[in-house]
T-cell receptor
Framework: GAGVSQSPSNKVTEKGKDVELRCDPI?????LYWYRQRLGQGLEFLIY????????KSGLPSDRFSAERTGESVSTLTIQRTQQEDSAVYLC??????????????FGPGTRLTVL | SQQGEEDPQALSIQEGENATMNCSYK?????LQWYRQNSGRGLVHLIL?????REKHSGRLRVTLDTSKKSSSLLITASRAADTASYFC???????????FGKGTTLSVSS
């Protein structure tokens, strides 16, 4: 079956512009995660959605970052007034059940964001 | 700061050799996971080891966990060029909502 998909695969933008990144999770997966990976670094957790529960936004680095998820489907991560420090690969993952530690997370290929 | 820290940061070996990567973490865990990241292919889950397990095998992979030392190791036996990738250990954050990854070990296997 189809895995997690993300679009666009690459995004180059100018400082100060807004960007929107999209994630399509695996069908039936109730949990969805966004992570950020800077060059040569590990993944930083950004936000977690689980079903209709309130999302865990504790990883969002500033109020310029926001994310939405419609039900148990598509999610969008929006970065407003982008800064050069936002340049990174943004990874989305989904998992089947309650999420968190015991589930295997399935990752998308990521969106590489470059802010000039 | 990162929960998991992998060691070494980089490892270069020849095909057929074994590769060992280590991970240290700070807080108590229910389980620890290892992931692999190939360039252009995203992260792939390799193996999960629970806190009450000391060793687990999956094909050419062997993972150990020492909760008293808060450390884990990933052994890849008979390495292949296709094993070239970055390897990350991951543990669950305190809220139980997401994984915390280390910076990873970059493995290069040359033929």
């Amino acid at each position: 079956g189809a895995g997690v998909s993300q679009s666009p695969s690459n995004k180059v933008t100018e400082k100060g512009k807004d960007v929107e990144l999209r994630c399509d999770p695996i069908s039936g997966h109730t949990a969805l995660y966004w992570y950020r990976q800077r060059l040569g670094q590990g993944l930083e957790f950004l936000i977690y959605f689980q079903g209709n529960s309130a999302p865990d936004k504790s990883g969002l680095p500033s109020d310029r970052f926001s994310a939405e998820r419609t039900g148990e489907s598509v999610s969008t991560l929006t970065i407003q007034r982008t800064q050069q420090e936002d340049s990174a690969v943004y990874l989305c993952a989904s998992s089947l059940n309650t999420g968190g530690g015991s589930d295997t997370q399935y990752f998308g290929p990521g969106t590489r964001l470059t802010v000039l | 700061s990162q929960q998991g820290e992998e060691d070494p940061q980089a490892l270069s070996i020849q095909e057929g050799e074994n590769a060992t990567m280590n991970c240290s973490y700070k807080t108590s865990i229910n389980n620890l996971q290892w992931y692999r990241q190939n360039s252009g292919r995203g992260l792939v889950h390799l193996i999960l080891i629970r806190s009450n397990e000391r060793e687990k095998h999956s094909g050419r992979l062997r993972v150990t966990l020492d909760t008293s030392k808060k450390s884990s190791s990933l052994l890849i036996t008979a390495s292949r060029a296709a094993d070239t990738a970055s390897y990350f250990c991951a543990t669950v954050n305190q809220a139980g909502t997401a994984l915390i990854f280390g910076k990873g070990t970059t493995l290069s296997v040359s033929s």
